[in-house]
């Protein structure tokens, strides 16, 4: 289970069993073996940074009367059920009708608290969204325990940070910078410090275990993985280096009992810096916008185009009015660099994208039937985010009409006329051959073809008929070619590539 560091309200008893601490005599541990020495002057140097954030949050409890089930010989659902005979009937009868007498709103708070870090001594918190999110009174506790009122001056949802400012108190603050994430190696020593289950300012280390770890939880991860110990109350706190310098900022563990288990996250500081800079000028992040959907060029599809290895985002899709499309850029391109960057994977692309300013001039490389081409792109400003082509656009399958049909790949193709568009709902910019029907036990069946797709090119060429789509594939295999790739439309013309065997 992901758990992101939500709200966590009280301490946890402690228990103190007779074999809880055992002393056992043997050769002592080696200092190498808990760790380097650095970590204890890295500790001392940066907690009084360090911050707990307090958080809360006025619920009102709903009246029962706003939606009360039907009721039974005068009780509500959920009431205690007796029999009629019971002598506790006028009890609970007398109890209940009281309950209900009460029609005025309750109301109680509810407290959380998390972690974050000053960043300028003038008084601004970096932590997490979820730490924050929906509160009511938001307050910073000092290491020191001193405790001050904080305003959000800007939220980001999609990466999971927030940033706070408070009146700094007559004392001078510690405040941290932050370093260069990408420069982390694996099996590199960590500190995370935090607020774990309440307890206050808690110091914890370990080893960067991963980089670049998608959890699913945005389209944007990037996240490093690290085995120092890290639990709820740790969401917003900073992951130091033995330098000082934060690395990262906690956001989530992997826990099947909420507790650590050593895989715990943080989102790099090259990612939070930038966000920052962005919500303390804006108070909101302005991302990159390419205007493009795209879909991961798996093995089939890199075989059927000739990219070895397999790399790049694959281009399903161009917004007519995206930057993407005065720049040349075209639905069956693989975007292998972006201003610089490398495109390994789909996922790179969107963050790559997001983390480029509004209006900058890039080089966009792609591959475009073999060779290689760049594109200068100026970028727009991202609204709902670089849009991933689906994986499945399947539409119910319709009792099929005596048709003309040609079959291939395990598909009944036909030419698109008037009735199948009527019948399958497919708008008149659509061109290409129909699907009527898909074999169950065919490859097609497995990527999720349906009747009602329409196959727009066979190999990055256009098809007209099925005769056009029998005629490419003949010539693929006569090619020795495995794999042959279909740019595929919906009804409402939105492409995606699929790869089927020709075997």
Do not use: C
Not at 114 to 123: A, K, L, N, R
Not at 283 to 297: A, C, F, M
């Amino acid at each position: 289970m992901i758990t992101g560091f939500v709200r966590f309200g009280r301490l946890l008893p402690l228990a103190v069993a007779g074999g809880l601490f055992v002393l056992t005599a043997g050769t002592p541990v080696p200092a190498s073996a808990r760790g380097p020495e650095g970590i204890a002057d890295t500790a001392e140097k940066v907690i009084d940074a360090v911050v707990n954030i307090s958080t809360s949050q006025t619920l009102k409890n709903r009246d029962r009367d706003e939606d009360a089930a039907p009721k039974k010989n005068g009780r509500e659902k959920g009431d205690p059920r007796l029999p009629p005979d019971s002598p506790f009937n006028e009890l609970f009868d007398e109890f209940f009708k009281n309950r209900r007498g009460d029609k005025s709103p309750q109301q109680h708070k509810v407290n959380s608290l998390g972690s974050g870090f000053i960043i300028d001594t003038d008084g601004f918190v970096v932590t997490n969204n979820h730490v924050i999110a929906d509160a009511d009174e938001i307050n910073v506790i000092l290491n020191d325990g001193s405790k001050i009122k904080a305003e959000l001056i800007g939220r980001d949802k999609k990466s999971d940070l927030a940033v706070l400012k408070f009146q700094p108190p007559e004392k001078k603050l510690t405040a941290v910078k932050f370093g260069d994430s990408d420069k982390l190696r694996l099996g590199e020593w960590v500190v995370a410090i935090g607020n774990p289950f309440s307890l206050g300012g808690t110091v914890t280390a370990g080893i960067v275990s991963a980089r670049n770890r998608d959890i699913n939880s945005g389209p944007y991860d990037n996240y490093i993985q690290t085995d120092a110990a890290i639990n709820r109350g740790n969401s917003g706190g900073p992951l130091f280096n033995l330098e000082g310098e934060v690395v990262g900022v906690n956001t989530a563990i992997i826990s099947p009992s909420g507790g650590s288990i050593g895989i715990g996250f943080a989102v790099p500081s090259n990612t939070v810096v930038g966000i920052v800079n962005q919500l303390r000028q804006y108070k909101e992040v302005r991302r990159g916008w390419l205007g493009v959907r795209i879909q991961q060029v798996t093995d089939e599809i890199a075989d059927s185009l000739g990219i070895k290895p397999p790399r790049g985002a694959l281009v399903a899709g161009v917004d007519d009015k995206g930057p993407a499309k005065p720049a040349g850029i075209e639905a069956g391109d693989v975007i292998i660099s972006f201003d610089g960057k490398a495109i390994r994977e789909m996922k790179d692309l969107p963050r790559a994208v997001a983390d480029a300013p509004v209006g900058k001039n890039v080089d966009v490389v792609f591959i475009r039937k073999g060779k290689e081409e760049t594109r200068k792109v100026t970028l727009g400003r991202l609204d709902d985010g670089e849009k991933l082509a689906e994986a499945s656009l399947k539409v119910p399958e319709p009792e099929v009409e005596k048709t003309v049909t040609q079959k291939a790949l395990g598909l009944d193709l036909a030419s698109l006329g008037k009735d199948l568009r009527t019948r399958y709902k497919i708008k008149d910019k659509v061109k290409g051959v129909v699907i009527v029907g898909v074999d169950r036990n065919s490859d097609a069946a497995e990527r999720r073809l349906s009747a009602g797709d329409v196959i727009v090119e066979v190999a990055q060429e256009a098809v007209n008929s099925p005769a056009d789509v029998k005629t490419r594939i003949d010539k693929l295999k006569k090619d020795g070619k495995k794999s042959v790739l279909l740019q595929v439309s919906n009804g409402e013309g939105e492409l995606r590539f699929v790869a089927l065997s020709v075997d």
